[in-house]
């Protein structure tokens, strides 16, 4: 035999064994596929990659034949709430991050005019406020970001629940569009009493005149340096803020208007999905009724899980349960400021009971982006 043909030969057979060796290795290690967060603050990264250690010890890659499961954020929608006691694993919902009124009583007392100031209808609450207008200090008693429009539009979806009891779907399906053109918002017709009430806070003095023109790095300055009482915000905005700033900051999870009893919470979400490719599980389908009715809701991981490789659905229910378990869901809490949707045992702390309190009073909720 020649050398030539030996060294081929020897040269096959370990190309053949190393080819066996990776697909053996793929066929002995089903538990390897990919996990990844889409639409998520980066934040998420450190809680999914410490639950994935504890199920698989990190390794998340299959190559050509792998499995995704992502954490995504949703389409716009009003959706069926889960149920806040639901044993972890059940439901889709990772986690949610609700926007709510954040007071800072060094600066506005809870009890203005000897009411607690969430007793007093939206509406109303320009009268409790009205005698801390002041001049002084580019101070006012309240901050709306309305030159900051990933902010304001769910601020002004808020405002519209809180008043109306019913925001018109048509938003959602415009979403995209409105976020590209927030100059059209107030002549859109959706939020006519958002800017009525808008208005009247600016000529009573309880916003700035220039309310619209206020930008992002505006708003977090009034916030952060003290110029103004109450301001709309998410929940884990205020809990990531630096502690010296927010030491008086109280959350006020709602106020309603006059004649309106129950809202949804306007909150932001994080839903598991999988398949080759992140794709969001909630769509909005409008229905024209003015209530707003609600459109399709993961129900549970079972249809999840059947969109996994038969080989990978055990390790993905290892998977979600751990992100849903208490070490996660601290984790959450801490690293992101965003509250487990989940509360089948204790809670991590009183803003997250507060939380999950509004949440779970609520027979829907608002999704946002």
């Not at 569009?177 to 958002?194: K, M």
């Not at 700033?245 to 999988?274: C, D």
């Amino acid at each position: 035999m020649s050398r030539m043909s030996l060294k081929m030969k020897i040269i096959t057979a370990v190309s053949g064994a190393v080819a066996a060796a990776i697909i053996l290795t793929v066929l002995l290690v089903p538990s390897r596929f990919r996990v990844g967060a889409a639409g998520l603050p980066s934040e998420f990264t450190s809680v999914i990659e410490t639950a994935m250690d504890s199920v698989v010890s990190g390794n998340m890659s299959l190559g050509e034949n792998r499995a995704d499961l992502h954490l995504t954020a949703p389409s716009p929608a009003i959706i069926p709430a889960a149920p806040m006691n639901a044993p972890a694993g059940e439901h889709l919902f990772a986690a949610l991050d609700p926007m709510v009124w954040i007071h800072n009583e060094n600066l506005i007392p809870r009890q203005p005019g000897g009411r607690v100031l969430e007793d007093y209808p939206l509406e109303e609450m320009a009268d409790a406020l009205t005698p801390f207008v002041s001049s002084e200090d580019r101070f006012y008693p309240v901050a709306i970001p309305g030159d900051y429009p990933e902010l304001f539009l769910p601020v002004l979806v808020m405002l519209s629940e809180s008043l109306q009891g019913f925001v018109n779907e048509e938003v959602f399906d415009s979403w995209d569009e409105l976020l590209a053109n927030p100059r059209t918002w107030r002549d859109s017709g959706y939020f006519d009493r958002a800017y009525e009430l808008l208005d009247d806070w600016a000529n009573r003095g309880i916003i700035s005149p220039q309310w619209w023109d206020m930008d992002e790095p505006a708003y977090r300055d009034a916030a952060l340096e003290g110029r103004a009482g109450l301001f709309p915000h998410y929940l884990s905005w205020k809990r990531l803020a630096p502690a010296e700033e927010r030491f008086y900051w109280k959350v006020i999870p709602a106020v309603s208007g006059r004649g309106v009893r129950t809202i949804r919470p306007v909150t932001r979400a994080a839903v598991w999905s999988a398949g080759s490719r992140s794709t969001a599980l909630i769509e909005s389908s409008p229905s024209g009724s003015p209530s707003g009715s609600a459109s399709p809701s993961p129900a549970s991981t079972a249809g999840l899980l059947e969109k996994l490789p038969e080989k990978h659905r055990e390790t993905a229910s290892r998977l979600i349960r751990a992100v849903q378990g208490r070490t996660s869901r601290e984790r959450i809490v801490t690293h992101t400021g965003w509250t487990p949707a989940i509360s089948g045992s204790s809670v991590v702390n009183k803003e997250d009971r507060d939380a999950r309190t509004m949440l779970a009073s609520a027979d829907f909720w608002i999704i946002v982006r």
